[in-house]
């Protein structure tokens, strides 16, 4: 799908995703990433025939052991497609060694890429880069949970919301030139079942950063006054992940 260079608006809505070129002008791109994390428990297969299933499905997207529950996994799906999830996903989970786990559903994300609209290439940020930040094998710990901004963050004037996210957006940039923390922002608003407005996730190769870059941003304005709630946290090592 190529990035259209004039507006194009429909009914007076455009849902394009925004960007700006080497030269300033605004770009739009209409295509994004949907994301959803399962979390199951009372695993008792071996996780190796687990792998073997996905791999044979064709499937974008990582398993993960958790850390926390000893018999607990965490199944994450990328698809441009949300009907992907109610349709080839469900089928799957239905047909499969999935159907003998129990889902946790109070612990299920879901979300959407999207650009800030200064991005120069939106097909890199809204799809190329998110799968090849979830499936990199060497970055197989991650951290993933929702957060919610209050009402008093979208009353601040422009230039004091953007100094806050340049501040918060800061730290993550100087962790990933740092190959300490990457990390994946998706949007969730009305497709969250708990009303978050964001899900984060945080990938590496040690977990020590990832608990570090969280640590860190709860010093920051946007954490410390304008979030509303955070978590629940899902911690994860990769068993298995799809290539890119």
């Given at each position: ?85 109610t349709t ?114 945080i990938l ?41």
């Amino acid at each position: 799908m190529a990035i259209d260079i004039q507006e194009r608006r429909s009914g007076g809505v455009d849902l394009r995703e925004r960007g700006k070129d080497a030269d300033g002008h605004t770009i739009y791109y209409d295509g994004r990433l949907y994301m959803q994390l399962l979390v199951f428990t009372g695993i008792k297969h071996n996780p190796e025939d687990l792998c073997q299933e996905l791999k044979e499905t064709g499937f974008c997207g990582t398993l993960y052991a958790s850390l926390h529950d000893p018999t607990g996994i965490g199944l994450l799906t990328v698809s441009e497609d949300p009907r992907f999830f109610t349709t080839q996903l469900h089928t799957y989970l239905r047909s499969s060694h999935f159907a003998n786990f129990q889902c946790r559903t109070d612990w299920s994300m879901f979300g959407r890429t999207y650009s800030i609209g200064y991005e120069q290439d939106l097909v890199e940020t809204l799809l190329k880069r998110p799968k090849r930040y979830v499936c990199n094998p060497a970055w197989p710990w991650a951290i993933w949970y929702p957060v919610r901004r209050s009402g008093e963050f979208e009353n601040l004037n422009p230039e004091e919301r953007r100094r806050i996210l340049m501040e918060h957006g800061g730290i993550g940039l100087a962790y990933g030139r740092s190959d300490l923390a990457h990390d994946v922002r998706l949007a969730c608003h009305g497709i969250d079942q708990n009303d978050n407005d964001f899900l984060i996730g945080i990938l590496g190769k040690e977990l020590h950063p990832l608990s570090a870059i969280i640590e860190r941003m709860r010093k920051t304005q946007q954490t410390s006054r304008y979030l509303t709630s955070l978590g629940p946290f899902f911690t994860g090592y990769a068993l298995w992940q799809s290539s890119i």
